[in-house]
């Protein structure tokens, strides 16, 4: 069975951090590309970041330069380490895993994420 278990999210004022992780199980993780996901209420689902397999890294535009995913194949983790967070992150983040079919196989139930101004 597959799980994608996150933990991480919370409460932070504007300017604070805040570090996702998702723990993957069931899968050949070393082989998918991993990504998080955010909707926030009322707007659709929008791409955070992703990472390759091979490392390579994506990120919002909204996102870049405040936040960076990395991942542990070791671990089986994937990370979202999230700086100088702003009211407009608030969301559920959802972490995701994407197969050689290049489409997303797997989602997470996503923990809130919450910034006040």
């Known amino acids: 069975q597959v799980q994608l278990v996150e933990s991480g999210g919370g409460l932070v004022q504007a300017g604070g951090s805040l570090r996702l992780s998702c723990a993957a199980s069931?899968?050949?993780?070393?082989?998918?590309?991993m990504g998080w996901y955010r909707q926030a209420p009322g707007k659709q689902r929008e791409l955070v970041a992703t990472v390759t397999s091979g490392g390579n890294r994506n990120y919002a535009d909204s996102v870049k330069g405040r936040f960076t995913i990395s991942r542990d194949n070791t671990q089986n983790t994937v990370h979202l380490q999230m700086n100088s967070l702003k009211p407009a992150d608030t969301a559920v983040y959802s972490c995701t895993a994407t197969g050689p079919t290049n489409s997303i196989d797997y989602w997470g139930q996503g923990p809130q994420v919450t910034v006040s101004s």
């Open positions: 069931g899968i050949r993780f070393s082989i998918y590309a």
